[in-house]
């Protein structure tokens, strides 16, 4: 019998312990599960992002402040989506739902990753621009750097100037 609620993506912040399987299987495949630890994965301020069909993570982000340029920035990283549940918008809505939790904090946020060369079209389908020429992380692949500034949603109902 099929669990029609399972088949609804629920959207949680999570202890990183919950998203590692999924991040080890999807970006460190056949490498070991310490690679799919990152140095920021405790910190306070590091948030993890997990997609949930039922008690199953089928997508997962980690969004970090980080610097970018010298400025103030959140670094995303370790966006992956089970292979099974690709190309039903769970990656969007994950990645959405961290800009939301960046901009609590600030009323404009500038994004930004290391995007591999294939997550590229996924990225600027939702508003990322690539921000470098291609480079090679050791052990993972070519990579460009690409960022999106948010901001906070404007009421479009503005006060009248006159
Ligand atoms: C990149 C990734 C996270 C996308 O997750 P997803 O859940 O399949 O993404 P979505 O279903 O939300 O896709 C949103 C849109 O982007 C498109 N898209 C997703 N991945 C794409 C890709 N690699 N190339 C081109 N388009 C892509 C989808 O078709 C969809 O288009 P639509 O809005 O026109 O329907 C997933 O493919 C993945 O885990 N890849 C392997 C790991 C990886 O590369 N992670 C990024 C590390 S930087």
């Not at 008690?55 to 969004?63: K, L, N, P, Y």
């Not at 400025?71 to 800009?99: D, I, K, N, W, Y």
């Not at 470098?132 to 999106?148: E, L, Q, R, T």
Request: with cysteine.
């Amino acid at each position: 019998m099929i669990d029609d609620s399972s088949q609804v993506l629920a959207i949680a912040t999570v202890p990183v312990a919950f998203i590692l399987p999924l991040r080890h299987a999807v970006l460190r495949p056949g490498l070991p599960a310490e690679s799919a630890r990152f140095g920021i994965d405790d910190l306070p301020a590091t948030v993890h992002l997990a997609g949930m069909l039922g008690q199953q993570v089928v997508c997962c982000a980690t969004f970090t402040p980080m610097p970018y340029a010298e400025r103030p920035a959140c670094q995303l990283r370790g966006m992956a989506t089970a292979p099974e549940h690709r190309g039903r918008g769970f990656g969007a809505s994950v990645l959405r739902a961290g800009e939301r939790i960046c901009l609590a904090e600030a009323a404009t946020v500038l994004l930004w990753c290391n995007a591999r060369i294939g997550a590229v079209p996924f990225y600027q389908g939702q508003g990322w621009q690539i921000a470098s020429a291609v480079f090679d992380i050791a052990g993972v692949g070519p990579h460009h750097v690409m960022h999106k500034l948010v901001s906070r949603a404007v009421s479009s109902e503005m006060p009248d100037a006159r």
